[in-house]
């Protein structure tokens, strides 16, 4: 059996990925803290979960440069190492 897909048909439209596809660093503004977020990753033998602080400072600034689109960092999965809001202003009795 042939599992060719008849791309030339005009009923075929590719479009980009929802996620992971976006546009790669080449004037390198993000390098430090991807060669920082690398070597967290090598000195905890590769356990991801160390490096949360410095994933979460990466992607920073790939959104901050436009080189990802700009997601909530809860939405990430950093709402844990946001800063919490302040008690501003307390009343008290």
Same mark, same amino acid.
């Not at 992607?59 to 990430?76: F, G, I, S, T």
């Given at each position: *059996? +042939?599992?060719?897909m008849n791309f030339g048909s005009k009923s075929f439209?590719?479009?980009?990925?929802?996620?992971?596809?976006?546009? =790669?660093?080449?004037?390198?503004e993000c390098k430090t803290f991807k060669e920082t !977020?690398?070597?967290?990753?090598?000195?905890?033998?590769?356990?991801?979960?160390?490096?949360?602080?410095?994933?979460?400072? !990466?992607?920073?600034?790939? *959104?901050?440069?436009? =080189? *990802?689109?700009k997601e909530p960092l809860e939405k990430l999965g950093?709402?844990? =190492?946001?800063?919490?809001?302040?008690?501003?202003?307390?009343?008290? +009795?």
């Amino acid at each position: *059996m +042939s599992t060719a897909m008849n791309f030339g048909s005009k009923s075929f439209r590719p479009r980009a990925p929802d996620k992971g596809a976006f546009p =790669l660093d080449h004037f390198g503004e993000c390098k430090t803290f991807k060669e920082t !977020y690398m070597r967290c990753l090598k000195n905890n033998h590769f356990d991801n979960s160390q490096c949360r602080i410095e994933s979460k400072e !990466y992607l920073e600034c790939r *959104m901050d440069r436009q =080189l *990802m689109a700009k997601e909530p960092l809860e939405k990430l999965g950093f709402k844990d =190492l946001l800063d919490e809001p302040k008690e501003e202003n307390k009343v008290k +009795s």
